[in-house]
């Protein structure tokens, strides 16, 4: 089926680790982006993408590295983890008239 | 800024009833999208249906319809012949701008809905 494939769906990581989150899709969307959802703060933007070779800071960007060389996928690199990055991360890739979202990572940091 | 309100955190309905989400929505651009999302207790965010500022008729997708009232800035969901499988958090959402002018979709708080068997 057609859609956003984001792994892994469960992860743990020390303080201080790195890591990358994987996200594709396969309809051809330009617009993608990565969301973390905490209780209480909603869903937020961490960075998006426009397309390939061009990606932009959303509202939550510290501590985050994107890139987009290829329209199918969008990685996004945690650097060097912290607690704080306890969430669950959602990766959305948007059309005109729809926008779907991988079936999400819940990452927990020790 | 954009802004969706969702004011019924949790709503109960009788299986094979219909029932009604509201969101109300505020935003000044004149296009805009709404969407809404269900979040099962899994975890995934299913999108469900749209509804663009200019469609002149309200979406409809298999037993979701969306209640598309411009001047009143709503769009409420509307599930028909309700199933225990609905049983979810439902998110209303909008298509908007950030204060840093990067797109993203801005929700509301979410809706749990119950079904009763």
């Known amino acids: 089926n057609a859609g956003v494939t984001q792994t892994p769906k469960f992860q743990v990581l020390k303080t201080g680790q790195s890591m990358t989150l994987q996200c594709a899709q396969d309809?051809?969307?330009?617009?993608m982006s990565w969301y973390r959802q905490d209780p209480g703060m909603g869903l937020r933007l961490i960075h998006y993408?426009?397309?390939?070779?061009?990606?932009d800071q959303g509202e939550v960007p510290n501590g985050y590295n994107v890139s987009r060389s290829t329209t199918e996928d969008f990685p996004l690199r945690l650097l060097s983890a912290a607690p704080s990055q306890t969430s669950v991360y959602f990766c959305?890739?948007?059309?005109?008239?729809?926008?779907?979202f991988g079936q999400g990572t819940r990452l927990t940091v020790v | 800024a954009q802004k969706i309100t969702q004011t019924q955190p949790g709503m109960f309905v009788q299986e094979k009833e219909a029932v009604t989400l509201d969101c109300t929505y505020d935003t000044s651009d004149p296009s805009y999208g709404l969407f809404w999302y269900k979040q099962p207790s899994s975890g995934e965010m299913i999108f469900l249906i749209y509804q663009g500022s200019y469609d002149q008729q309200n979406a409809t997708e298999g037993r979701y319809s969306l209640n598309f009232q411009k001047a009143r800035k709503s769009a409420n969901l509307v599930i028909s012949a309700s199933q225990l499988g609905d049983s979810a958090m439902y998110f209303c959402?909008?298509?908007?701008?950030?204060?840093?002018?990067?797109?993203?979709?801005?929700f509301g708080k979410g809706t749990k809905l119950t079904v009763n068997p």
């Open positions: 959305a890739s948007r059309g005109q008239f729809e926008a779907f």
């Open positions: 309809m051809n969307h330009e617009y």
């Open positions: 959402a909008m298509r908007g701008v950030t204060q840093g002018g990067s797109e993203k979709l801005v």
């Open positions: 993408s426009v397309g390939a070779g061009i990606t």
